[in-house]
């Protein structure tokens, strides 16, 4: 089992910037990929960006150029660097770990861009 808890969400001005944390624990070895999603209300939830094992990273076309993923092996942890944000990126991000198949999710984090 992989245990997953974000942090750094908030509320950001419009061309603001963001870093969101994402700490895993428990069966850290067998996790393949790991990845942030997010959901608007109303909206389904989308992938927003994703990063496996040899450090190969995914974008949405909408974050790209914006938004940076990244991991730090020795604190486990996950980070979506988010830059010049927009009002259409407020949504809950949630945090995903992908294992055997099985993907195990975080709790969300709400961040929201307004003036």
């Known amino acids: 089992q992989v245990q997953l808890v974000e942090s750094g969400g908030g509320l950001v001005q419009p061309g603001g910037s963001l870093r969101l944390s994402c700490a895993a624990s428990?069966?850290?070895?067998?996790?393949?990929?790991m990845g942030w999603h997010r959901q608007a209300p109303g909206k389904k939830r989308e992938l927003v960006a994703s990063i496996i094992k040899s450090g190969s990273t995914n974008y949405a076309d909408s974050v790209k150029g914006r938004f940076t993923i990244s991991t730090d092996i020795a604190k486990n942890t996950v980070y979506l660097e988010s830059n010049s944000l927009k009002p259409e990126d407020t949504a809950v991000y949630y945090c995903?770990?992908?294992?055997?198949?099985?993907?195990?999710w975080g709790q969300g984090t709400q961040v929201t861009v307004s003036s």
């Open positions: 995903n770990a992908l294992v055997g198949g099985f993907r195990y």
């Open positions: 428990g069966s850290i070895s067998s996790i393949a990929l």
